[in-house]
C-alpha cells in the first residue's frame, strides 16, 4: 500500500474544482486512457488577467487525482506568468510530498497546465510540438523534451528516476538506452556550464561520454548506417504502412539520430502519426540497437 | 495518514476480505494443531532419540495428508518455504538436470515466480516459448501443440488456475500432450489446491506440481512441491538429507503440521458443498456488480475458479477503485499499474488483449470459506456509489 500524505489523501477523498469551466479561455489534455492516466486542465481569466476559475477533470490513481486537484487550487488567482512558473515539485511540495514512483502524477499536472496556457497563448490545441522532439517512449508517449525538463526540473540522475517521473522506460523498458543517453547528455551538459562559469576558455568535456556497445549503430560509417536503416525499413515498416496506402522517407541520419518523412495517405493525420511513430522507432530499434532515436521532419 | 487514524478506521469498520487469491485467514484449527510444536515438542525431525522421533512421525503424518489431497505417494512430498521456492526449484533443477539444450515451454499469463525464473533462463540462451491465450483467457491450445513439436530435451510449465482471472487451464489434457512428446511436465497449481477437484495427480500425468500454504488457511512460509518418482530434477538446496536429499534445511514442523491441517480441511471441503456455496455469493456478486453500466467481467466464466472474479469499470482506475473500497472496509485488489510498484498494467490482462478502456480499471474479488454474504452486500452497496464518483471525475465519464 502507498504511504500517501494526509493532503494526498484529504485531496483525493476531497477533490476540489472539479469538472470543465464553460468557455474557457485555455484548454490543457495530457495523456490517455490507454497510458492509465489522463487530465484535462480548463481555465478563464478576469480582466485583470488572473486565473478566476480553474477545474479539472483526471482519470487516474489517487495521487493523479490528488496533483490535480491541488494544482487548480495552488494557480487560482495567478496571473499566467506566475502560473507558467509553477512546477511538477512545487505540485508534491505543496501535498506534501509525493511516493517517488508517483512522481510522474505531478508532472501530468505540469504538463496539463503548459497545455493549456499554450492553448491559451497559441490557439493551439495539439498537446506538443512534435516537431524535432524525438518520441522516445513508444509505450506512454512520452517525448525527448518531457525527459530533458523533468531531469533539469528535479535534478534527476538515474534512468529509473525519469521512469518515476514521466513514466518513461516503465513498460517494456526499450528505451532505457536512450534514457541514458539524455541524462548522460544533461550532466555533462551541466558540468560544462559550471566550467564555462568558472573558467570560460575551454569546453570539450560538454561531449557526450562514449557509447556503451563499441561498434553501435552510431559509430558505423555513414553508408553502412544509411544501407542498414533502409533495409529495416524495408522489411519492418513499409509493408505495414502499405496497408493504409503510406510510405515513409528517409531523410538524413547522424548519430543516433534518424530522420524520416511519412508520405501518402495519413501524412497528415496526427493520430495516425503517432502510431506510425512508434512503429518506426520500435522497428529501428530492434535492428539497430536501443539507443536509436527516431525524429519526425517538418513538413 | 497518521498510525491513530489508521488504527481508528480500522476499529469502526467491519472488515470485509475478499482478497483471498493474495493470502488466506489462517483457520484456527490449523493454528490450534501448530502450538504444540512451538511449545513442547520442538525437537528436531531427523534426531535419533525418541523426542525427535515423535515429531518426525507428526510430519509423516502431516505429508500423508497432503499427498491425500493431491492423491500421490507421501514419498513423493517434498516441503520447501513458499509456492515459488518450489516454482523455482522445479524449473532451474530440471533444466539443470535436463542440460544446456532444453528448450522451456510456458504461458504469457504465469505468475511472476515462473515467469521471471523462465526470463533469467533465456538470458542464459535457453529458448522459451510463450504461449499465449484466448480473449477468455482460455489456453491457446493450438499454440501449445505446436510449441510441444519442437524437438530435444524440453520442459513446460504451465499454471493450473491463473491468480488474477481464475481461468482454469487444462492441465490433465496438457500434461498428456506434453508427456507423448516425451517433455517434462510442471504445473503452478497455487491457485488450484484445494479450491479445484480436479487436481489429481493420481489421473493427472504431471511430474511435478507445486503450490503453498497461504492459499488454503495455512500460514505463510510453507510450500509443497510434488515430484513424481523418476523425474529429473536437479536438487537446488544443498547442506543435508533432508527431505530425501530433495531439498536441505532443518524441517519446519510446525508450519509443516499446520499445512497438514489446511490440506485435511480442504479435502473436507472438496466433498462437501463448500464450494458451491462460494460459487453462488461469487455469482451473486457478479450479478449485481455486472448492473454497473458498462461493466464487464474478465476471462471465461464457465472454466474458472469457483472464489474469483475479475471485472473491469471502463474509464476508471483501479487504484483510486481500491482506495473507496477501503473506506468501506473491504479488502480487494486491481490490475492496474499504480497498485504495483510497475506503471505496466496486469501481464494477464494484457495478454488476453482486454481493451483499453478496461484495462486499468480492473478489480479482483476472491472468496474463501469465511465469506459471507454480509461481505457481498458491503461491495454492492459500495461499489456504484464509487464508479459514480470517480467517473464524474474522469475526463472519459459517460
Redesign the interface.
Known amino acids: 500500500m ?1 504511504d ?1 500524505s ?1 493532503k494526498v ?1 484529504d485531496h ?2 476531497h ?1 476540489r474544482n ?1 469538472g470543465v469551466v464553460e468557455n474557457p479561455d485555455g484548454t490543457g ?1 495530457v495523456g490517455a ?2 497510458c ?5 486542465l480548463t481555465f478563464k481569466l478576469d480582466k485583470d488577467g488572473r486565473i478566476a476559475d480553474v477545474k479539472f ?9 490528488a496533483s490535480s486537484s491541488a494544482l487548480t487550487e495552488m494557480i487560482k488567482g495567478m496571473t499566467l506568468e506566475e502560473a507558467s512558473k509553477v512546477t511538477n515539485a512545487d505540485i508534491a511540495a505543496y501535498l506534501g510530498g509525493l511516493p517517488e ?2 512522481m ?1 502524477c505531478s508532472v501530468m499536472g505540469m504538463e496539463a497546465l503548459e497545455a493549456a496556457i499554450a492553448n491559451y497563448r497559441t490557439g493551439d490545441t495539439s498537446v506538443r510540438e512534435l516537431k524535432d522532439d524525438p518520441l522516445v517512449c513508444t ?2 508517449n512520452v517525448h525527448e523534451s518531457e525527459i530533458v525538463q523533468a531531469i533539469r526540473i528535479n535534478k534527476l540522475t538515474t534512468v529509473e528516476q525519469v ?1 518515476n517521473y514521466t ?1 518513461a522506460g ?2 517494456c523498458g526499450r528505451c532505457k538506452g536512450a534514457i541514458r543517453a539524455i541524462l548522460e547528455r544533461e550532466t555533462a551538459a551541466t558540468a560544462a556550464a559550471a566550467t564555462t562559469a568558472a573558467a570560460p576558455a575551454q569546453t570539450q568535456a560538454a561531449a557526450p561520454s562514449p557509447a556503451t556497445a563499441p561498434k553501435a549503430f552510431k559509430d558505423l560509417p555513414p553508408a553502412k548506417k544509411v544501407l542498414a536503416v533502409e533495409k529495416a525499413l524495408d522489411e519492418k515498416v513499409r509493408p505495414s504502412l502499405a496497408i493504409d496506402g503510406g510510405d515513409v522517407e528517409l531523410l538524413d541520419v547522424s548519430g543516433s539520430k534518424v530522420q524520416v518523412r511519412f508520405l501518402g495517405h495519413c501524412a497528415h493525420c496526427v493520430a495516425a502519426r503517432l502510431t506510425q511513430d512508434g512503429l518506426v522507432q520500435k522497428a529501428l530499434r530492434d535492428a539497430l540497437g536501443d539507443d536509436t532515436i527516431v525524429v519526425e521532419a517538418g513538413e | 495518514m497518521s498510525e491513530e487514524a489508521r488504527g481508528a478506521s480500522r476499529a469502526d469498520t467491519k472488515l470485509h476480505y475478499l482478497d483471498n487469491n493474495a493470502t488466506t485467514r489462517p483457520a484456527p484449527e490449523v493454528v490450534e494443531a501448530m502450538m504444540p510444536f512451538f511449545t513442547e515438542k520442538w525437537g528436531n525431525a531427523s534426531s535419533m532419540y525418541e523426542f525427535g522421533g515423535q515429531v518426525h512421525r507428526d510430519m509423516e503424518e502431516a505429508r500423508a495428508k497432503v499427498a491425500a489431497l493431491l492423491k500421490c505417494d507421501p514419498g513423493e512430498i517434498v516441503f520447501t518455504s513458499c509456492g515459488s521456492e518450489s516454482d523455482n526449484q522445479a524449473i532451474f533443477g530440471t533444466v539443470e538436470a535436463l542440460g544446456p539444450s532444453t528448450v522451456v515451454i510456458t504461458t504469457k499469463v504465469e505468475h511472476p515466480a515462473v515467469i521471471q525464473p523462465c526470463k533469467a533462463l533465456e538470458e542464459r540462451g535457453h529458448r522459451v516459448i510463450w504461449v499465449g491465450v484466448h480473449g477468455d483467457g482460455t489456453l491457446d491450445e493450438a499454440q501449445y501443440a505446436a510449441a510441444l513439436a519442437t524437438p530435444g530435451p524440453k520442459l513446460v510449465t504451465m499454471m493450473w488456475a491463473n491468480n488474477e482471472t481464475g481461468v482454469l487451464f487444462p492441465i490433465a489434457e496438457c500434461a498428456r500432450l506434453a508427456k507423448a512428446a516425451g517433455a517434462v511436465f510442471h504445473t503452478d497449481a497455487t491457485q488450484a489446491v484445494g479450491k479445484v477437484a480436479g487436481v489429481d495427480m493420481a489421473a493427472t500425468p504431471a511430474d511435478m506440481l507445486s503450490f503453498s500454504g497461504h492459499k488454503i488457511h495455512a500460514p505463510k512460509g510453507i510450500g509443497v512441491l510434488f515430484i513424481r518418482r523418476g523425474t529429473p530434477v536437479r536438487p537446488f538446496l544443498l547442506g543435508g538429507h533432508q527431505e530425501k536429499s530433495r531439498r536441505a534445511g532443518t524441517e519446519n514442523v510446525p508450519y509443516i503440521v499446520g499445512l497438514g491441517k489446511a490440506c485435511e480441511l480442504a479435502a473436507a471441503e472438496l466433498r462437501d458443498g463448500t464450494l458451491d456455496r462460494i460459487a453462488a455469493l461469487r455469482d451473486r456478486l457478479e450479478a449485481g456488480l455486472l448492473r454497473i453500466p458498462e461493466t464487464v467481467v474478465n476471462g471465461n466464466r464457465e472454466m474458472r475458479l469457483a472464489n474469483t472474479l475479475n471485472i473491469s469499470f471502463p474509464y476508471i482506475e483501479g487504484e483510486a477503485m481500491l482506495f473507496h473500497l477501503a473506506d468501506a472496509g473491504i479488502c480487494a485488489s486491481s490490475g492496474s499499474a499504480c497498485t504495483s510498484g510497475s506503471l505496466d498494467p496486469s501481464h494477464v490482462l494484457k495478454a488476453m488483449d482486454v481493451p483499453f478502456t478496461s484495462l486499468h480499471g480492473s478489480l479482483r474479488f476472491s472468496l474463501s470459506r469465511y465469506s459471507t454474504d454480509a461481505d457481498v452486500d458491503a461491495v454492492l452497496e459500495a461499489m456504484p456509489g464509487i464508479v459514480r464518483t470517480l467517473r464524474d471525475l474522469s475526463p472519459f465519464g459517460r
Do not use: M, N, R
Request: glycine letters at 8%; one cysteine or more.
Open positions: 502507498w500517501y494526509d489523501l483525493f477523498h477533490p472539479v489534455e486512457l490507454a492509465g492516466d489522463a487530465l484535462k477533470q483526471t482519470f487516474g490513481c489517487a495521487s493523479a487525482i514512483q508517483k510522474h509505450c506512454f521512469t513514466k516503465g513498460a
